[in-house]
């Protein structure tokens, strides 16, 4: 599969502080790319440099194999980008902002009305002739993913777009960027990793200002070392008994805890609830998650 975006030893520093220090990426066509690291780790930085509104210090950036180059905008013909706060007129409806932005863009009248109904219905506001200083924060995304989309980009940059919406406005987006992956190819920034696992099949760390780990998702759990497992034990008994013994245990509820470690580990503390008595329901190994692996390597 071709790679529609590719960087290399990207640097850029603001004043004394080093952003990007040898940044390279590379994202399969057609993929949701997830974009990880800590806020503040230069995921915006990188974003910015992609769309050409930021000099890089040093390193080469290509999208759809031509060359992104500061000032010049040729490239964002093909990318739609959706920012962490999308600002919108707000005395226009969704359609007419659209119809704006179609126009700017250069689309003809009947291509923008055809374009923009397919849009609004996809993201859920077909119906919306409201103003847009009414809508929500989540509406606001919604729309914001329309507008990205409207030039039919083939690569479609998301700035941690669900990072101040409730639970449902957060579902109702990455559900909208999973049904765009046979259209566009999304890179999706966060922080938010159960987000990641949810809909990315690709993904990259950054850390320190470069990528410490890429791939896809299952081959990155593979890395990490299991969290641990979860023993629940039967109605009447002692947690805390299991809980002074074993003080890093973390209790899930009355009688259901989580405790760190591997094969030896688990079979030790199998051993004295054996010694004490101590009836269970069940043990279950948990699988390395994506939150296990990132929190080894920003440690390290």
């Known amino acids: 599969m071709a790679d529609i975006l590719k960087i290399s ?21 057609h993929s949701i790319f997830g974009f990880i690291g800590r806020n503040g780790s230069g995921k915006t930085t990188t974003m910015k440099a992609v769309l050409g509104l930021i000099k890089a210090d040093a390193g080469e950036i290509f999208v759809c194999d031509e060359q992104v180059k500061f000032g010049q905008t040729r490239t964002n013909r093909n990318i ?21 932005c179609g126009e700017s863009l250069g689309m003809k009248n009947d291509e923008i009305a055809k374009r923009s109904a397919e849009l609004l219905e996809m993201v859920g506001l077909a119906g919306e002739d409201r103003r847009i200083k009414g809508f929500s924060r989540g509406m606001k995304q919604r729309l914001g993913i329309a507008q990205a989309l409207l030039g039919r980009p083939r690569l479609l940059i998301c700035d941690e777009p ?39 099949n690709e993904v990259a760390l950054l850390e320190k200002g470069r990528i410490v780990l890429g791939g896809s998702i299952d ?10 497992f979860e023993i629940k034990l039967t109605q009447g008994c002692d947690a805390d008994r299991l809980t002074e013994r074993y003080t890093d245990a973390r209790r899930k509820d ?34 390395p998650s994506l939150e296990a692996l990132f929190m080894e390597v920003v440690k390290k």
């Not at 030893?9 to 066509?29: I, Q, R, Y």
């Not at 920012?83 to 409806?93: G, R």
């Not at 101040?164 to 987006?173: H, K, T």
């Open 9 to 29: 030893a990207l640097e850029k520093s603001f004043g004394e502080k080093k952003v990007l220090t040898g940044l390279d990426m590379s994202v399969p066509e």
């Open 80 to 100: 739609g980008y959706l920012p962490d706060v999308p600002e919108f007129y707000p005395f226009m409806t969704p359609r007419e902002y659209l119809t704006l």
């Open 162 to 200: 669900t990072s101040a919406l409730d639970p449902v406005g957060r579902s109702e987006v990455l559900d909208i960027l999973v049904s765009l992956k046979s259209e566009t190819t999304v890179i999706f920034s966060t922080h938010i990793l159960s987000d990641v696992e949810r809909i990315c």
């Open 219 to 228: 081959r990155l759990k593979e890395l990490g070392s299991a969290e641990g």
């Open 254 to 287: 009355e009688l259901t805890l989580r405790i760190v470690g591997g094969e030896d580990r688990k079979r030790e503390v199998l051993s004295f609830l054996i010694e004490n008595r101590i009836a269970i329901q069940r043990v279950e190994t948990l699988e």
